[in-house]
């Protein structure tokens, strides 16, 4: 378990526990400054407390997904609690680094929080949702997006949500971009199974996503969706 604080990479920094997930429980709030090199975990953060990612230099640094994984969700991160991006990268270092089956390919939200305010989460791959699920307990407790700047782009998934999955979600876009998504349906944003989600927000831009079958840029398959 790591202990709330300010901590700061020097070189490629793997923060784990041997083979045992790097924990961040309730109650705990972490900073990590990406100074140079980059954080590479060996098996996905499990954020039920805070975890605040920014650079405080010009040139931002990647945050690398683990390596290629059968893991049930999220190669990166698994939030249960809050995750907060001012900067940095968010993807694989290879095209082989991939969630191979599973969904998430860098983040999986379990009735947990995404907060983007700057940085890039690009080109990962996943079963669902190449870039992020968003997966709430019911429609009345939510998992939660919300978006003011940065970029998701270059995300695939096999089956639906190239960059985004929404499944009792919501989601609220006031900045940013999220592009270039690929998947058989809903190559962007997507909704499947019936799992209500609300999409709201005053500005951003989702554009150029391409899916093999329904729903180039936004596919929904729920009611009481918006």
């Known amino acids: ?26 109650g705990t709030d972490i900073v990590v400054n990406l ?27 990647r945050v690398f997904t683990t390596a290629s994984t059968t893991d049930a969700s999220g190669a990166t991160f698994y939030v249960t ?23 998430g390919g860098v983040i999986y939200a379990d009735n947990g929080k995404v907060n983007i305010y700057g940085g890039l989460i690009m080109g990962a791959t996943a079963a669902k949702g190449g870039a992020i699920v968003l997966q709430g307990a019911s429609s009345s407790k939510q998992a939660k997006l919300n978006m003011y700047s940065g970029v ?13 999955i929404l499944e009792y979600a919501k989601f609220t876009m006031e900045d940013g971009l999220i592009l270039n998504g690929k998947a058989n349906n809903g190559a962007n944003p997507y909704n499947d199974g019936g799992k209500s989600y609300l999409m709201t927000g005053n500005g951003g831009i989702i554009a150029q996503g391409i ?16």
């Open 1 to 26: 378990t790591t202990a709330s604080g300010h901590y700061y990479t020097s070189s490629t920094t793997t923060l784990a526990e041997g083979a045992a997930a790097l924990a961040i429980p309730s």
């Open 35 to 61: 100074i140079s090199g980059g954080i590479k975990p060996a098996t996905p953060y499990q954020v039920a407390g805070s975890l605040t990612i920014l650079s405080s230099v010009s040139s931002a640094k």
């Open 81 to 103: 609690g809050t995750l907060n991006l001012y900067d940095g990268i968010l993807g694989p270092a290879a095209n082989t680094d991939t969630v191979t089956t599973g969904e």
């Open 152 to 164: 998701i782009r270059d995300g695939v998934a096999t089956a639906g949500g190239g960059n985004v």
């Open 211 to 226: 899916a093999a079958n329904l729903g180039g840029n936004l596919y929904h398959s729920a009611t009481n969706s918006k």
